[in-house]
């Protein structure tokens, strides 16, 4: 009885992580992942975070941010290669990336708020 209680509090504890579970997760392995993403790629904008966070697309892929938080958020990329407005829920940016690289990006108004799209 213990040791069946004590698995259940686990479980209860490792379910409590994530309170969105909405949508489907990327894979938490990304370093030997192969797959690239190509056509219609849509990172949402939600509780002050990009998801996902990193991202790997094939060159001449357009990424779509989708705003859907109730505070404002921009996308602006650190070698300005591209940036939105500050847009607010329901708003959408898109950004078609034609060079292979790496696209790190902050979110300006809340800085801890980062995100990287490579392109391959
Ligand atoms: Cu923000």
Redesign the pocket.
Known sequence: MRIRFGAAVLLLVLAGCGPDSTSAGTPPAPSTSDSVASGAVTVE?KN?TFTPQRLTVAVGTTVTWKFT?A????VKATDKSFSSADLGDGATFAHTFDKAGEYPYI????QY?TGTVTVR
């Not at 505070?71 to 921009?74: F, I, L, S, Y």
Request: proline share 0%; net charge neutral; charged share 15%.
């Open positions: 904008i002050f938080d505070a404002k958020h921009n979110c300006s108004i809340h708020m």
